[in-house]
């Protein structure tokens, strides 16, 4: 599993198209920070994560590219071949995949706080005393998104292919944005990831059922896809 | 130490209705050489994938170095390099990078393993490339498959097509490797080809499937002693045509086919002799020509496609 995990990282460190995600990610949000003005540090935490979501389809190409292609390729097959099990398989290259997603999605956020904190301060009682509250907002932030990433892992190792892989997490992401437009908003935004993402950043005391929302959706989403490898054929 | 590495038993496969494997009874024997011949759909590559571990048989046995069970059969596979159909590449990375994987993935300690491996497939111009595999031919891609499945000096070697995409410079570098990895280093090798006459001067066993079915196991000199040259006589009568042979010219060594064609494999080099001794006894010949197989012709033969072949 450690040699799956090391393998997995020096894919990701040698992927120039995850470069280029994380690179287009911190542009975009770069562009989206543009119209809020000077911020303190701790105001751009808020505001930062507030666009977040928006990056959300740029792990959508990186799940078709990291996954998908690794099944168009045939080179995720390599890897059963070689005797290793079918659940490090995909163990591995889910956590690689959650953590890259998260780099995609997070990056940017705290460039932007440690770039407004060293212009404008950090502009509340103190850096120190709010690290905690900003740590449990992150973390619940990356949870939450590895739930909107974890429709990408059922698309790939249900299609096996880039393309669908793209288009199925890009149809829900642009279905859920839709849905939290509509009338029934702030019910519909409880029981999903993205609403809940939304609904942290106005009360950052709700981190507990963002959370639950977060793993009940990473955890289906996981052991659906998980099943479905492991009695997949593989052409 | 078993000499069986691989065994099937009765091992089935299949697709909805369709049977792709039909009961394979099959061994592997340690330090051979194994040719894998069938027609497209046959079932080579299902079988290939099956060992592998790539897809599930629907009932019968495997073994892989004495071994069973799903556990232990995914334990033993760590004993086996693989290449099937196309080989599997990161196209965005060069050749190293790209064995620099497969070596952090198999757990190999030794990073010399990448050049040597690079130098044994003739790849070693591009130890220090940095030529993307994407901009790779066809035959340096097969190259490099052929080098990440040989990384861990495997026991067990199952190349499926290795040579498609070759030149004939590269279709004869392959075969001298391959016959020196199974010399040198006791390598067990099953390829599955199109390419017969190339796998006759390579395997010194064939494993003949068609639909699904393993019709014929036989060796090398098995195979010479079904395919050797021969004249094939046809007469108006066979039964006087035999007396004569045995009679006159003491021939022993026939075979009478089921369509009465008449097999010589001795006074090879007396066609004029036969005709007169035939003559001289009133057997009228209406056909006589000097024949032989080829591992081709005798796989046709097998599977009854001859016709089919001819008449493309």
């Known amino acids: 599993m450690l040699c799956l995990i090391k393998a997995e990282i020096y894919k990701l460190v040698h992927d120039r198209s995850f470069f280029i995600l994380l690179a287009l990610s911190i542009v975009l949000g770069g562009f989206l920070m543009l119209d809020q003005g000077e911020l303190t540090g701790y105001e751009s935490v808020f505001a930062s994560l507030y666009n977040a979501p928006i990056l959300m389809l740029l792990t959508c190409v990186f799940g078709a590219l990291y996954i998908g292609k690794d099944f168009a390729d045939h080179t995720l097959y390599h890897i059963i071949c070689a005797g290793h099990s079918r659940n490090h398989v995909f163990l591995s290259k889910t956590i690689l995949f959650v953590a890259g997603s998260n780099m995609i999605l997070l990056l940017q956020p705290i460039l932007s706080i440690a770039l407004n904190a060293g212009i404008y301060g950090w502009g509340h009682q103190s850096f120190g005393s709010d690290l905690k509250e900003i740590i449990k907002l992150f973390l619940t932030t990356a949870v939450l998104n590895a739930a909107m990433c974890g429709i990408s892992l059922l698309a790939a190792f249900i299609c096996k292919d880039v393309g669908k892989t793209l288009s199925i997490p890009a149809l829900f992401y642009f279905l859920t944005i839709f849905l939290l437009n509509g009338p029934n908003a702030k019910e519909i935004a409880r029981f999903i990831p993205l609403g809940q993402l939304r609904l942290l950043i106005g009360d950052s005391s709700s981190t507990g059922a963002a959370l639950l929302v977060g793993i009940i959706f990473l955890g289906c989403f996981c052991v659906a896809a998980g099943r479905i490898f492991n009695h997949s054929e593989l052409y | ?312």
Not at chain 2, 1 to 23: G, W
Not at chain 2, 41 to 51: D, E, N
């Open chain 2, 1 to 312: 130490m078993s000499d069986i590495i691989l065994t099937t038993n009765n091992l089935t496969k299949k697709y909805n209705h369709t049977l792709a494997l039909d009961n394979i009874n099959l061994n592997i024997e340690r330090g051979r050489m194994y040719g894998f011949i069938g027609q497209n759909g046959a079932g080579k590559t299902t079988l290939i994938r099956l060992i592998v571990g790539l897809s599930f048989p629907t009932s019968g046995e495997l073994y892989l170095f004495g071994k069973t069970g799903k556990q232990a059969l995914q334990e033993q596979r760590k004993r086996i390099g693989c290449m099937v159909e196309t080989p599997a590449l990161y196209p965005n990375m060069t050749a190293v990078q790209n064995l620099e994987v497969q070596r952090i993935q198999r757990g190999i300690p030794d990073r010399h393993v990448i050049r040597e491996t690079l130098e044994l497939v003739g790849l070693d111009d591009y130890l220090t490339g940095r030529k993307a595999v994407r901009n790779f031919s066809l035959g340096m891609r097969q190259r490099l498959g052929i080098a990440i499945a040989l990384l861990h000096d495997p026991e067990l070697l199952i190349l499926d097509e290795p040579i498609n995409g070759l030149d004939p410079m590269g279709i004869a570098e392959m075969r001298i490797l391959l016959k020196r990895l199974n010399a040198e280093r006791g390598t067990t090798i099953l390829i599955s080809s199109h390419i017969l006459n190339e796998l006759y001067q390579t395997v010194s066993q064939y494993i003949l499937i068609n639909q699904g079915v393993l019709i014929e196991e036989l060796t090398q000199s098995q195979l010479n002693e079904k395919c050797k040259r021969h004249i094939a006589l046809q007469t108006n009568h066979v039964e006087n045509a035999l007396l004569a042979l045995e009679n006159r010219l003491h021939i022993k060594d026939y075979q009478v086919m089921p369509d009465g064609t008449i097999k010589l494999y001795d006074h090879l080099d007396d066609m004029e002799g036969i005709s007169s001794t035939l003559m001289k006894e009133g057997v009228l010949i209406t056909g006589m020509t000097m024949a032989g197989d080829t591992l081709e012709s005798y796989f046709l033969h097998r599977i009854g496609g001859e016709k089919h072949a001819l008449s493309h």
